[in-house]
């Protein structure tokens, strides 16, 4: 039988700024298991992939020993309060979820994938009437959708919480705190530090670290949290060569 030794990490993909199929060897190549496709990137985008290009992704994938840990959707929060905007942001949010629900359709797996996707979390009847329709989506197709915040009670039933341990120490909080709070809840977990110099980047950096990335990640699995942890390469000064750091530091100092 084959067991998968690989550490338990996925990498979001455009950040890596290659086509498709070479970004997903590359993840393949370095020992990664998994990988989050953007909803906003062109090449990625679900309204630009028909029918035969999803299952194309998912044979690619297949190939590699590679498997969607989710699909982002990060959309301006504003344009769901935003009557201009809102429809086309719930469209793109609903294309998402369906997008997420034939990947994992096609890839064999029971249950509909995970959506992570940037809302807002204000009670305004625009922005809720939008939210209404994304959770009906969503539960139609069996995916889970997960909500970036530093706050779990601001994320509305049935959302779940994503966590962002960068996000979280911009906000001066703690990571590890957050996780925990957030127990039973947590759908999406992003591993990323926001460097000393103020910038988002790998974990373990020299002089520059602030997350304790071993106590956040356990701190997640003791929440219940029991998916992939995405290395989050979005604004990395070098994300192909961060990624290389965090994977090497992840098996001697964190995994878990």
């Known amino acids: 039988m084959h067991t998968d030794s690989r550490p338990f990490l996925a990498a979001t993909l455009s950040p890596l700024k290659m086509p498709p199929r070479e970004g997903l060897a590359w993840l393949s190549s370095i020992g990664i298991r998994a990988t989050a496709f953007s909803a906003t990137d062109p090449l990625t985008r679900p309204r630009d992939l028909d029918r035969s290009a999803r299952r194309d992704l998912v044979a690619i994938m297949s190939r590699l020993e590679l498997r969607c840990a989710c699909v982002d959707c990060f959309l301006p929060t504003a344009h769901f309060l935003d009557a201009a905007q809102v429809d086309r942001a719930t469209a793109a949010a609903i294309d998402a979820i369906e997008f997420a629900a034939e990947i994992a359709t096609l890839e064999g797996r029971i249950g509909g994938g995970t959506v992570v996707l940037s809302v807002p979390t204000t009670k305004d009847k625009l922005a809720q009437d939008a939210l209404d329709a994304i959770s009906a989506t969503a539960q139609h197709q069996g995916v889970h959708v997960a909500v970036p915040t530093c706050d779990a009670s601001l994320v509305f039933q049935p959302f779940l919480v994503a966590l962002d341990p960068a996000q979280i120490l911009a906000n001066n909080q703690d990571p590890l705190t957050i996780a925990l709070a ?22 373990g950096e020299p002089q520059e670290a602030q997350l304790d990335c071993r106590g956040f990640a356990s701190g997640c699995r003791a929440a219940g949290f029991e998916g992939e942890f995405v290395v989050d390469l979005r604004q ?13 530091r992840w098996q001697s100092e964190v995994e878990v």
């Open 182 to 203: 957030s127990s039973r809840r947590i759908g999406a977990v992003r591993i990323v530090d926001l460097l000393r110099s103020g910038s988002r980047g790998p974990i």
């Open 236 to 248: 990395w000064h070098d994300p192909r060569g961060g990624l290389l750091a965090t994977l090497s």
